[in-house]
């Protein structure tokens, strides 16, 4: 190892949080930094699958890989409410994560994301707050600045560019290791990373920030390590897409309202996650299993007449098992196997009990914007308690929004099928404890 190894810090993963990590060493310090990042940079990152349509399992995964991290193709909304993604309440106080929040928020804003904030009326948000609660529905007050996806790419060259020759930036370098040391009382004190080239980096700290594409590898160091780990709840669900008419009276005034309801049969936590107003649903590939997301542009010429979002069940495991992400994926992976990928099915069909067959998806009053999918029946795939779960939150959602359970109850404004697509896992397993561990 010559200087030129040495370092003060060395981040591993170039998503949201290893930029947002470097960013702030080197706006605020004048320390050595080097940013190691095992996919590709920006540019360079390009889905076969988005041309042809196939996913053919490229390791790594530029989807979820390279500078930018998993969200880099996404359309980019920033949720600025503490309530909404993860529990950093945990960690840090409430008034202190909303600085963070509003930290984060004015950076993205410095890069380019744009002035306006969807959902930020008081009034508005409480209005809708009592209809939904006369439904059994929570709406969690979350206002959204939406980049869209073209846009999120240029903040994200924007960052990459500042950290130009401020930092080391080493892309296409997968970190295998993290190298320790026993201090004085045998504990293991960090000191470095490995590559996969057996290159050997060192710096007196390491923030390790491999998001969801590494959490397995982070498990696995943590564990060599000797760091505590905990499960998180793992999130199974659908993607649910319909026309946008049916729900543009709520999505108008908060574009993404963040509902939350109580299952009716089990009581479990059901959510809409990552709601899409005229937009489309894309596929992504995590290695070994192809899955849904969704995208909206802010383009108005590449908006669509379809809403899409996530309806998910969150379940968290206690004793023996502690492998939320193996059991997300062996979900998502039943559903590649019965599906050619991804299965798409209408809901009139899950609750007839019947498959969606190509001909009655072709009766649909819509056509999926994701071309690529199998009409099939998604009870062969989720658990019972999970398809119940969906069923029972689409119905007390129809009651707010008249029609997202697919018409048949007079009036409707419109008529619309709604077509429920097979999701996966959504939320990793990660790690807790370790001060030096960030992201997602
Ligand atoms: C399609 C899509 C759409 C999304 N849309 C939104 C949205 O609109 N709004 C929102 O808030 N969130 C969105 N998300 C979620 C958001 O992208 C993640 O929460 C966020 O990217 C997490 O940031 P992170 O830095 O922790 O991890 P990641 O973004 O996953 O970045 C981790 C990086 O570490 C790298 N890495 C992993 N292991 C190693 C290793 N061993 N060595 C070197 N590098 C490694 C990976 O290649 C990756 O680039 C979306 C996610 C996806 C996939």
């Not at 696995?220 to 659908?238: F, H, P, Y």
């Not at 119940?388 to 959602?397: G, N, T, Y």
């Amino acid at each position: 190892m010559d200087r030129g190894d040495k370092f003060d810090a060395i981040i591993v993963g170039a998503g949201p949080a290893g930029i947002f990590a470097a960013l702030e060493l080197a706006r605020k310090s004048s320390l050595d930094v080097l940013l190691v990042e095992k996919g590709c940079d920006l540019l360079d990152r390009k889905c076969p699958a988005r041309r042809t349509g196939r996913c053919i399992h490229c390791v790594p995964c530029d989807i979820t890989c390279g500078w930018g991290g998993a969200g880099a193709f996404s359309d980019g909304k920033l949720t600025l409410s503490p309530d909404v993604g993860g529990w950093l309440e945990e960690y840090i106080s409430r008034g202190d994560l909303n600085r963070l929040i509003a930290d984060v928020d004015a950076v993205y804003q410095g890069f380019g994301a744009p002035e306006t904030l969807h959902g930020d009326d008081p009034e508005v948000v409480s209005a809708w707050r009592l209809k939904a609660l006369k439904h059994g529905l929570r709406l969690i007050h979350s206002p959204i600045r939406h980049m869209g996806t073209e846009r999120c790419a240029q903040v994200l060259a924007r960052m990459r560019d500042e950290l130009e020759g401020r930092v080391e930036i080493l892309v296409d370098t997968p970190v295998v290791r993290i190298t320790t040391r026993q201090d004085g009382d045998g504990r293991p004190v960090v000191t470095g990373v490995v590559t996969t080239a057996g290159q050997e980096f060192a710096a007196p700290a390491v923030i390790v920030a491999p998001g969801r594409e590494g959490a397995s590898w982070l498990q696995g160091e943590a564990e060599r390590l000797g760091l505590s780990v905990t499960s998180n709840a793992v999130d199974i669900g659908v993607r649910v897409e319909l026309p946008a008419v049916i729900v543009e009276s709520i999505t108008d005034d908060l574009y993404e309202p963040k509902l939350l309801y109580t299952s009716r049969h089990f009581e479990d936590p059901v959510r809409t996650f990552c709601m899409n107003p005229n937009g489309v649903v894309s596929k992504e590939s995590y290695g070994d299993v192809v899955t849904v997301n969704g995208h909206s542009y802010a383009d108005a010429e590449r908006r669509t007449l379809l809403t899409n979002f996530a309806l998910l069940v969150s379940t968290r495991f206690t004793v023996p098992f502690k492998e939320p992400i193996v059991y997300g994926k062996s979900i998502a992976r039943l559903a590649n196997v019965l599906g050619e990928d991804i299965l798409v099915q209408r809901f009139a069909d899950l609750r007839a009990g019947r498959r969606t067959t190509a001909k009655r998806l072709a009766r649909c009053s819509l056509e999926p914007t994701l071309a690529e999918s199998t009409p099939g029946d998604l009870s062969f795939v989720l658990p019972y308690r999970h398809t119940r779960d969906i069923i029972d939150m689409l119905h007390a959602m129809d009651h707010l929004l008249p029609g997202v359970a697919g018409g048949g109850h007079p009036p409707l404004r419109c008529r619309g099928e709604v077509l429920l697509l097979a999701d996966g896992a959504r939320r990793p397993a990660a790690n807790g404890g370790a001060r030096s561990l960030c992201g997602r």
